[in-house]
Nanobody
Framework: QVQLVESGGGLVQAGGSLRLSCAAS????????MGWFRQAPGKEREFVAA????????YCTDSVKGRFTISRDNAKNTVYLQMNSLKPEDTAVYYC?????????????????WGQGTQVTVSS
């Protein structure tokens, strides 16, 4: 069982930065791939980024490549999403997820465990 709690969301102007954090409970954190999804109003939840259990294989969706970076610290049971050069279209609720299979996350399939989400709002 893994419990996830996101933090770091907020209101930022276009071009600004935010760093999201996701703290996980459970001793098996390091055995899970971790990911971030987001859901904008009126839209379906979409894949943003994922990282392997070791942290050596990160992935980002094309729309955020070069702007977002996913990383993890297994000693702190935490995964991060550094978001730079934010755009109004990045506005969404961002969810942290954990799953044994990183390829499943990359394919956009929902992970086994989810956090409650954190709101990111980018003003123009």
């Amino acid at each position: 069982q893994v419990q996830l709690v996101e933090s770091g969301g907020g209101l930022v102007q276009a071009g600004g930065s935010l760093r999201l954090s996701c703290a996980a409970s459970g001793r098996t954190f390091s055995s899970y791939a971790m990911g971030w999804f987001r859901q904008a109003p009126g839209k379906e939840r979409e894949f943003v980024a994922a990282i392997s259990w070791s942290g050596t294989i990160p992935y980002c969706t094309d729309s955020v490549k070069g702007r977002f970076t996913i990383s993890r610290d297994n000693a702190k049971n935490t995964v991060y999403l550094q978001m730079n050069s934010l755009k109004p279209e990045d506005t969404a609720v961002y969810y942290c997820t954990a799953d044994p299979n990183i390829h499943s996350l990359r394919a956009g399939r929902f992970g086994a465990y989810w956090g409650q989400g954190t709101q990111v709002t980018v003003s123009s």
